[in-house]
């Protein structure tokens, strides 16, 4: 997303979109902390992907969500 500006524009469009019509985003594949940045700056308010953790289990899911993180 960083590396391409038509990328980037094309995030902010489905963010602009989301909120005019009153949903919430959740954006996925972040795998950076340039990337979590990014989509901070442009109000996204939900994301998942590598950087946060690699794909576990049901179980260990649902722990690392009760811990509440902080990213």
């Known amino acids: 997303m960083a590396e391409d500006e038509g990328n980037e524009a094309i995030v902010q469009t489905i963010l602009i979109l989301a909120g005019h019509l009153g949903m919430n ?3 996925e594949g972040i795998e950076t902390i340039e990337q979590l940045n990014l ?29 509440k993180p902080e990213w």
């Open 25 to 27: 985003v959740i954006a």
């Open 39 to 67: 989509l901070r700056s442009l109000q996204c308010e939900y994301g998942q992907g590598y950087f946060f953790s690699k794909p576990i289990d049901s179980l260990s899911a649902t722990m690392l969500v009760a811990t």
